[in-house]
Structures are given as C-alpha cells and as structure tokens.
C-alpha cells in the first residue's frame, strides 16, 4: 500500500521559514522524482518545486526561486521543502507528489504567512 504523508506546516509570520516533510512508502521511494505543489483559495494547484530520484537536479517555479530548497534523502524516503523569506501569498495548502504507478498525493499541510 502506497502512503504520502506530509508534516511541518503552520503559521508564520512574513520574512520567517518553514520546513515541511513529506514521506512516502509502498514503494522503491529512490527510484522515482518527487514534487511539491501547493493550492492557494480561489486558484488552481501549482508546481512549487521537483527533484529527480537521485536528488541532483532541482526544478522551482519562478515565484519561490531563491527563497525554497528542495531536497532528498533516500534512505529515509523523505523529500523536504525548506520555505524562506516567506511571503503572504506563500499562503496555501502544500501537497507532496509520487509519480510512482498512477501517481499519489498527501493529504496537503497548511501553511499560512501572516503577521
């Protein structure tokens, strides 16, 4: 049975960070990239950043480049968002992604930038 499970959102004020976690099972987690989308009220789900199976290659969406970190760490089947300079239209609901077979979401953890 596959699991994507994501932790680590929560309010924060602008200009402050945020770390989430996302852990996946079921499934060989080193053979396959991995994503982070987020779901602002009103708009459509985004891509936020990507990571090849490896960890070596990294892909951002133009609004959170230079302020977000994705990374991989295979041994323990976690990807992580390190979110900084955190503005309030960073405000969303945060989802990990598995490509794996159909493809499988987490339940999505709140992440509010507000002062």
């Known amino acids: 049975q596959v699991k994507v499970v994501e932790s680590g959102g929560g309010l924060v004020q602008p200009g402050g960070s945020l770390t989430l976690s996302c852990t996946a099972s079921g499934y060989t987690f080193s053979k396959y990239s991995m994503s982070w989308y987020r779901e602002a009220p009103g708009k459509e789900r985004e891509l936020v950043a990507s990571i090849i199976r490896t960890g070596t290659i990294t892909n951002y969406a133009d609004s959170v480049k230079g302020r977000f970190i994705i990374s991989k760490d295979n041994d323990k089947n976690t990807v992580i968002l390190q979110m900084n300079n955190l503005k309030p239209e960073d405000t969303a609901v945060y989802y990990c992604?598995?490509?794996?077979?159909?493809?499988?979401w987490g339940q999505g953890t709140q992440v509010t930038v507000s002062s």
């Open positions: 992604y598995s490509p794996f077979n159909v493809g499988y």
